[in-house]
């Protein structure tokens, strides 16, 4: 019987980019947003990781950390919401500077 890898482990999130190819530095961004806001679906690193790079790769880093935070803040707002500390425009503020310091 196979073992369960423990979710935000080490050994989970290489197993959850095992086929992603977005940049390291996206992949770190993810990691980090999945930790702070529990997010633990077994694709959320690598569609978070793949939207920084696909968004950056279409419109240029101006536009990216806003387009992917607004996304992110959609797509899991019901994480966001019940693990953030502070306000929502807090929360939304520490998302913006996690994705920008991908570039």
Same mark, same amino acid.
């Given at each position: 019987?196979? %073992?369960?890898?423990?979710?935000? $482990? %080490?050994?989970? &999130?290489?197993?959850?980019?095992?086929?992603?190819?977005?940049?390291?530095?996206?992949?770190?961004? $993810?990691?980090?947003?999945?930790?702070?806001?529990?997010?633990?679906?077994?694709?959320?690193?690598?569609?978070?990781?793949?939207?920084?790079? &696909?968004?950056?790769?279409?419109?240029? %880093?101006? $536009?990216? $950390?806003?387009?992917?935070?607004?996304?992110?803040?959609?797509?899991?707002?019901?994480?966001?919401?019940?693990?953030?500390?502070?306000?929502?425009?807090?929360? %939304?503020? &520490?998302?913006?500077?996690?994705?920008?310091?991908? &570039?």
């Amino acid at each position: 019987m196979k %073992e369960e890898i423990k979710v935000h $482990s %080490e050994e989970w &999130f290489k197993e959850c980019f095992k086929d992603c190819d977005a940049t390291q530095k996206a992949k770190k961004a $993810s990691v980090i947003l999945c930790k702070k806001y529990n997010i633990n679906g077994i694709c959320d690193p690598a569609y978070i990781a793949n939207c920084i790079c &696909f968004n950056k790769e279409l419109n240029g %880093e101006d $536009s990216t $950390s806003q387009q992917v935070t607004n996304k992110i803040l959609r797509c899991y707002e019901t994480n966001i919401n019940k693990y953030r500390i502070g306000t929502i425009k807090e929360a %939304e503020q &520490f998302i913006y500077n996690t994705i920008k310091g991908c &570039f």
